[in-house]
Structures are given as structure tokens and as C-alpha cells.
T-cell receptor, first 107, second 123 residues
């Protein structure tokens, strides 16, 4: 099974900061990597697919990069609504999927 | 617009079977090339993919659930279901139904999600 490891598990930041979250796969997944945002009490929402492609309606301050086994999610200038938990997820082994353990982004 | 809605008992006793249904609206369960699936999230913890069912009826499950999972579909009612047998407190979680969406170029991601339903395993 492909394991996904995110770092850090939590991150303190301020409005306006640039933040980066890393996700590592236990084996190569090419660019089959998605990022989700989850706010308390809500279902996750997909932000990025294919490692770097923004889903419709996602602000351009979000960006993704990477391929193979190492990936990053960057928020260029944090906004108040960005404080949430972020998950990576591999779809390389579709229809089998795995998520990272999550990164909690807090003030 | 495709929408998913989970329904089922919120409280299940240990050793019994958890059963949930996902009602699909705004789209057809039988549409060619579509998958449908379930994901869960224990309180305060991360996301765990449970399994998926293809429009043809073929299924794929998370091996960590030790053969306790069955996902089925009822095209006449446009809904699909999850059964998880021999539940314990560790199965307490918010359960989401999802559609693994094909974005093209082989990229798939979960979109949309149901709102989720908390199922508690307790006597």
C-alpha cells in the first residue's frame, strides 16, 4: 500500500504569511496527488488535483507542486478563511486511495 | 448539480452491523465510468478511504478493514450503500459518501462529498 506522510502536523501562522505544507509518498505516484481543505464541522473540499491544477473557484494564492514522491502545497498570503486542516491524497493506485494524516493550520 | 446525502442510524451497538445509504441527486448512479465511494473520519482524526463501487458493480475496499465492508448500489433508487460488520468503538466516525471525480488525464479526486453523518458505536 502507498503511504502518505504530511509535515508538519500542525502549523501556526498569521494573516499575510506564506506557508508551505509537504506531503511525501512511500513510492512514486507521478503527479496523482490531490490537496483538500477541511474546516471544522464541514466536509473536505478539493483544492488541487494533478499535483498543481487548481480546482475551479479556488483562489490563486493556493498553489501545488511536485511529482514522484514529494509534493508541496503553498499558500502565498494567508487569509483568515484559510485557517483549516489540509490533507493530501494519492490517486495513483486508483481505485485504491490513501490520505495523509493532515496538517492543521492555525493562528 | 450533483449532490450526495447520507442516511442511516446514528447509533450502533458493538458487534452489530453499521448500515448507511447515500442518496444521489442531480446525476445518475449508472453513468458509465463513474465510481462512488465512502470515506470516514473518527472524531478529531484524519480521513480514511473505506471503499468504492464502479458503475458496473465492481468493488474495491481498504484492506485494513479486514473484509468487514460491503458496498452495494441500487440503480432503481439512485443510491448506494455501506455495510460494516462487527463494529467496535474504533468504528465511531463521521461517514462521508463521495464521488471520485475524473478531472481528465487520469486525475481523480473526491468531489462532491456528502455532508457526512456521525455514527457512534456504543451499547
Amino acid at each position: 500500500d502507498i503511504q502518505m506522510t504530511q509535515s508538519p502536523s500542525s502549523l501556526s501562522a498569521s494573516v499575510g504569511d506564506r506557508v508551505t505544507i509537504t506531503c511525501r509518498a512511500s513510492e512514486t505516484i507521478n503527479r496523482y496527488l490531490n490537496w483538500y481543505q477541511q474546516k471544522p464541522g464541514r466536509a473536505p473540499k478539493i483544492l488541487i488535483y494533478g499535483a498543481s491544477i487548481l480546482q475551479n473557484g479556488v483562489p490563486s494564492r493556493f498553489s501545488g507542486s511536485g511529482s514522484g514522491t514529494e509534493f508541496t502545497l503553498t499558500i502565498s498570503s494567508l487569509q483568515p478563511e484559510d485557517f483549516a486542516t489540509y490533507y493530501c491524497q494519492q490517486s495513483y493506485s486508483n481505485p485504491l486511495h490513501t490520505f495523509g494524516q493532515g496538517t492543521r493550520l492555525e493562528v | 448539480q450533483l449532490q450526495l446525502q447520507e442516511s442511516g442510524p446514528r447509533l450502533v451497538k458493538p458487534s452489530e452491523t453499521l448500515s448507511l445509504t447515500c442518496i444521489v441527486s442531480g446525476g445518475s448512479l449508472g453513468t458509465s465510468s463513474y465510481y462512488w465511494g465512502w470515506i470516514r473520519q473518527p472524531p478529531g482524526k484524519g480521513l480514511e478511504w473505506i471503499g468504492s463501487i464502479y458503475y458496473s458493480g465492481s468493488t474495491h475496499y481498504n484492506a485494513s478493514l479486514n473484509n468487514r465492508v460491503t458496498i452495494s448500489q441500487d440503480r432503481s433508487k439512485n443510491q448506494f450503500s455501506l455495510k460494516l460488520t462487527s463494529v467496535t468503538a474504533a468504528d465511531t466516525a463521521v461517514y462521508y459518501c463521495v464521488r471520485p471525480h475524473d478531472f481528465g488525464s487520469g486525475y481523480r479526486g473526491f468531489d462532491p462529498w456528502g455532508q457526512g453523518t456521525l455514527v457512534t458505536v456504543s451499547s
